[in-house]
């Protein structure tokens, strides 16, 4: 039986931490879902829209031999994207592992037979860096 994964993330300017979960994943399942997490959920999440545009982050992606399929994230709960795509397991950054929310998103996806598997963040480079560098050249 193949393994669906499912690696979802803003993708906002597209960086090697970006480039590095999706490497990672593409050895951990035979068919990659990246799920584009949509502009008015990163704004509702992070308190600010995303740099690039939806559209262009989503052709970004579907751009990289890497994935398989590429989706519009409408949700900040993984698991009701779970319940679209049925994955077998999600791939974050280790960030999110012993959170509220990876420890909830575990018992959830852990209740349907799916699990969580988390890779190591990338701290050399973020968007949140790349955004304030550009906002202090401005």
Same mark, same amino acid.
């Given at each position: 039986?193949?393994?669906?994964?499912?690696?979802?993330?803003?993708?906002?300017?597209?960086?090697?931490?970006?480039?590095?979960?999706?490497?990672?994943?593409?050895?951990?399942?035979?068919?990659?879902? $990246?799920?584009?997490?949509?502009?008015?959920?990163? $704004?509702?999440?992070?308190?600010?829209?995303?740099?690039?545009?939806?559209? +262009?982050?989503?052709?970004?992606?579907?751009?990289?031999?890497?994935?398989?399929?590429?989706?519009?994230?409408?949700?900040?709960?993984?698991?009701?994207?779970?319940?679209?795509?049925?994955?077998?397991?999600?791939?974050?950054?280790?960030?999110?592992? %012993? #959170? +509220?929310?990876?420890?909830?998103?575990?018992?959830?996806? %852990? +209740?349907?037979? $799916?699990?969580?598997?988390?890779?190591?963040? #990338?701290?050399?480079?973020?968007? #949140?860096?790349?955004?304030?560098?550009?906002?202090?050249?401005?």
């Amino acid at each position: 039986m193949a393994i669906v994964g499912y690696a979802p993330g803003v993708y906002d300017m597209f960086h090697i931490g970006h480039l590095n979960i999706l490497r990672r994943a593409r050895d951990h399942c035979d068919h990659l879902i $990246a799920g584009v997490v949509e502009d008015d959920v990163v $704004a509702r999440i992070k308190g600010r829209p995303p740099v690039v545009p939806h559209q +262009e982050r989503m052709d970004v992606i579907r751009a990289l031999d890497l994935v398989d399929e590429v989706v519009s994230d409408w949700s900040s709960d993984k698991f009701e994207m779970w319940k679209q795509l049925r994955y077998d397991v999600l791939f974050k950054g280790d960030d999110w592992k %012993g #959170t +509220e929310k990876g420890t909830r998103l575990e018992r959830l996806l %852990g +209740e349907v037979g $799916a699990q969580v598997h988390y890779f190591p963040y #990338t701290a050399s480079t973020s968007s #949140t860096d790349l955004r304030r560098l550009l906002e202090g050249m401005s």
